[in-house]
């Protein structure tokens, strides 16, 4: 059973910073896309970053609302996908899901980002 534990929300000024982390209960190599989606209230969940799998470190995808802002990363030693996310507003508010796809679709619990002062 695959398990997706987020961490790293939390209330933040407009124009901070956070780091969410998405750590996998097995290898991350297993799966040949990991991501990151956000649901805001009264919304649907959107799609923010996704990084694939790869030698190299794989490649990314942003959303064109946080390009520039967001960065998503992966630490395979430690089975762990970051979203470091910088220069946040109250736009970013909302509720941050981790997810992996490769034998299946797989969701974290959510991790919740306000954005306020």
């Known amino acids: 059973q695959v398990q997706l534990v987020e961490s790293g929300g939390g209330l933040v000024q407009p124009g901070g910073s956070l780091r969410l982390s998405c750590a996998a209960s097995?290898?991350?190599?297993?799966?040949?896309?990991m991501g990151w989606y956000r649901q805001a209230p009264g919304k649907q969940r959107e799609l923010v970053a996704q990084?694939?799998?790869?030698?190299?470190?794989?490649?990314?995808n942003y959303a064109d609302s946080v390009k520039g802002r967001f960065t998503i990363s992966r630490d395979n030693a430690k089975n762990t996908v970051y979203l470091q996310m910088d220069s946040l507003n109250p736009e970013d508010t909302a509720v941050y899901y981790c997810?992996?796809?490769?034998?299946?679709?797989?969701w974290g619990q959510g991790t919740q980002v306000t954005v306020s002062s």
């Open positions: 990084i694939t799998s790869g030698a190299s470190g794989g490649s990314t």
């Open positions: 097995g290898s991350i190599f297993n799966f040949y896309r």
């Open positions: 997810n992996a796809l490769g034998g299946g679709t797989f």
